[in-house]
């Protein structure tokens, strides 16, 4: 019913910036949370940064004045720039979002991921 496309990962140098994409698209009536989550070898998946449909957005500790999640409703898309990463930081990120589809129901959807790796 909705799919979930991310884009944007890779390689970059320790300090360096990247910035991941995820468009929604389906049967889509409203989006309510658009979330980033990353998942790296070995360690449990994290929420990274999360935006609801009025704007609020929340933050890891770990990644607060680097990373920055905004969002385009009308083209339900969400953005994470990703500032001053280090290794720490190398993971699978993956999209989220709670949608309302147009039968009326709620559901939940991942993104396939994309893998962000920094390194020198």
């Known amino acids: 019913q909705v799919q979930l496309v991310e884009s944007g990962g890779g390689l970059v140098q320790p300090g360096g910036s990247l910035r991941l994409s995820c468009a929604a698209s389906?049967?889509?009536?409203?989006?309510?949370?658009m979330d980033w989550y990353r998942q790296a070898p070995g360690k449990e998946r994290e929420l990274v940064a999360s935006?609801?449909?009025?704007?609020?957005?929340n933050y890891a500790d770990s990644v607060k004045g680097r990373f920055t999640v905004s969002r385009d409703n009308a083209k339900n898309t969400v953005y994470l720039q990703m500032n001053s990463l280090s290794a720490e930081d190398t993971a699978v990120y993956y999209c989220?979002?709670?949608?309302?589809?147009?039968?009326?129901?709620?559901?939940?959807?991942w993104g396939q991921g994309t893998q962000v790796t920094v390194s020198s």
């Open positions: 989220y979002a709670v949608v309302k589809v147009t039968t009326g129901y709620q559901y939940q959807y």
């Open positions: 389906g049967s889509i009536f409203t989006i309510y949370n």
């Open positions: 935006t609801t449909n009025s704007g609020t957005t």
